[in-house]
C-alpha cells in the first residue's frame, strides 16, 4: 500500500499559475497512471486530468498535469487562474497489491 | 448520455444494514468496471469497491467482509449491500464508471448514508 500526499490548500489570485503536488509514499509515480479531478462545493468529482497528462474533452488547456520520477510526484498545473477553478482537487492513482485506487487527501483552491 | 443515478441512501443504526443503488444508462453496466467511492462529511475521496466486466470484485480494506458490490444486468443497475454498519461509515456514496485506464470517467450524484443511533 502506499500514500498520496498533497497540500492542504493553496491560494493564488486570478489570472495567475498555481501547481498541485501529489506525492507517492512508496513504490514508483510512474508504475501507474495518476489522474486528477476536481470537485466544486456540492457537487461530484469530475476529471480534469488522466492517464498523468491527458485532458479530457471540455476541460481547458489551462489544467495540464506532469510526473516527476526524481521527486516521486504528479502535478497539476492550472495557468491563467479563474475564479471558477475554485474548487477542491484530488490526485488519484491505482493500488495493485489490493486491486483498487488510492486518493490523496485533496487540495482546496482558492482563488482570490 | 451517461447517466448514474444512486438512491438507497438514509439513516441507519449501528450495526444495520442498507442496499445502496446506482442506475445507470446510456451504456451498459456489465461491459464496463464499476466503482463505489465514499466522502465523509467534510473529508476526502475513499474508493471503497470494484466489479470487472468479468464479475471479479475487490473492496477497501475497510469495508472488506462487510459490504458486497454486485450487478443486475436486466436492470442496468449496481448496488451496494452495506451490513454491520458503523458510525465510520457515514459518508456520500458515489458510484463511478471505470472506462479503459479510466477509472472515474463519470460519477453519479452520491447519495448519503447516515449511521448513528
Known amino acids: 500500500n502506499f500514500m498520496l500526499t498533497q497540500p492542504h490548500s493553496v491560494s493564488e489570485s486570478p489570472g495567475k499559475t498555481v501547481t498541485i503536488s501529489c506525492t507517492r509514499s512508496?513504490?514508483?509515480?510512474?508504475?501507474?497512471?495518476v489522474q486528477w479531478y476536481q470537485q466544486r462545493p456540492g457537487s461530484s468529482p469530475t476529471t480534469v486530468i488522466y492517464?498523468?497528462?491527458?485532458?479530457p474533452s471540455g476541460v481547458p488547456d489551462r489544467f495540464s498535469g506532469s510526473i516527476d520520477s526524481s521527486s516521486n510526484s504528479a502535478s497539476l498545473t492550472i495557468s491563467g487562474l479563474k475564479t471558477e477553478d475554485e474548487a477542491d482537487y484530488y490526485c488519484?492513482?491505482?493500488?495493485?497489491?489490493?486491486?483498487?485506487?488510492?486518493f490523496g487527501g485533496g487540495t482546496k483552491l482558492t482563488v482570490l | 448520455e451517461v447517466q448514474l443515478v444512486e438512491s438507497g441512501g438514509g439513516l441507519v443504526q449501528p450495526g444495520g444494514s442498507l442496499r445502496l443503488s446506482c442506475a445507470a444508462s446510456?451504456?451498459?453496466?456489465?461491459?464496463?468496471?464499476m466503482s463505489w467511492v465514499r466522502q465523509a462529511p467534510g473529508k476526502g475521496l475513499e474508493w471503497v469497491s470494484v466489479?470487472?466486466?468479468?464479475?471479479?470484485?475487490y473492496y477497501a480494506d475497510s469495508v472488506k467482509g462487510r459490504f458486497t458490490i454486485s450487478r443486475d444486468n436486466s436492470k442496468n443497475t449496481l448496488y451496494l449491500q452495506m451490513n454491520s454498519l458503523r458510525a465510520e461509515d457515514t459518508a456520500v456514496y458515489y458510484c463511478?464508471?471505470?472506462?479503459?485506464?479510466?477509472?472515474?470517467?463519470?460519477w453519479g450524484q452520491g447519495t448519503l448514508v447516515t449511521v448513528s443511533s
Open positions: 463511478a464508471r471505470g472506462y479503459s485506464t479510466r477509472p472515474f470517467d463519470y
Open positions: 446510456g451504456f451498459t453496466v456489465s461491459s464496463n468496471y
Open positions: 466489479i470487472y466486466s468479468g464479475g471479479s470484485t
Open positions: 512508496s513504490g514508483s509515480i510512474a508504475s501507474n497512471y
Open positions: 492517464e498523468d497528462n491527458q485532458r
Open positions: 488519484q492513482s491505482y493500488d495493485s497489491s489490493n486491486h483498487g485506487w488510492v
